[in-house]
């Protein structure tokens, strides 16, 4: 790709549209060659390159039988990935923020089954320290439900990183902040009356309402256009991608 217009964007816009099971069948050398690009961008996203995790975990499902389409848009990536190789996270020392986690997801959005996306992030000194973004393995039936199982599995991650912290002698906030948009998501969490909306979610996923009882997770209600995990849930445009980006710390600042 060497050769190849860097992009602005980790997909192009109308990329849902191919993001759909191949009807037909790849040969073995397209398959390899396929994976073998996947493989790649996974390394590269666990690494640094947070900005495209929604779009190779997105990609990432059709690895057993893509389509020219896929290979296009694992392409595309590529091409994105040669004009942002400058960027960096950078982190502000002691004197950053503590740490603080977002956690979103975006409700029924995969056309081939249904299933919502969600992710989260964790900061800390100000730069991004954690993230993920993966498919949910059930169908959710209403964002209350969606939102709440991720931000379930953020509180987990949350519990750990105190513990974590505290070994490493890293003075730790009497409570995590966890940044949420939904009100219906947060209300459960603070308060989990089983009612006909919610009792069919899981008991693990009500965790989250001992930890907030214990201290440990302080649950902000924050608005959708500060949500720095948004980028992780689903395809969003330049000006969008940007901001977020500097949010997290995604910059290519000249080093001092």
Known sequence: MADSNPMRTPLPAGAETHLIAHTGEASSDEIKYYQKIIGSLLYVQIGMHLDISFAVTCLL???SNPSPQ????AKYILSYLKGTADLRIWYDGMWG???HGYSDSSLGDQLDDYHSMSGYIYLLADGAI???????KTVAQSTTEVEY????????????????????????LDSIPLHGNNKGTVDLALNPMTGRRSKHIPIKHHAIHKYVEDGVIDLVRTPLEDMLVDRMTKSLAYVRLRDLATGLELSNQALS
């Open 130 to 136: 954690s993230w993920t973004s993966r498919k949910q």
């Open 97 to 99: 923020d503590r740490l």
């Open 70 to 73: 896929h290979l296009c848009l």
């Open 149 to 172: 199982m991720v931000l379930a599995e953020a509180s987990n991650q949350a519990v750990w990183y105190c513990s974590y912290l505290t070994e490493l002698s890293y003075e730790t």
């Open 61 to 63: 499902q059709y690895a």
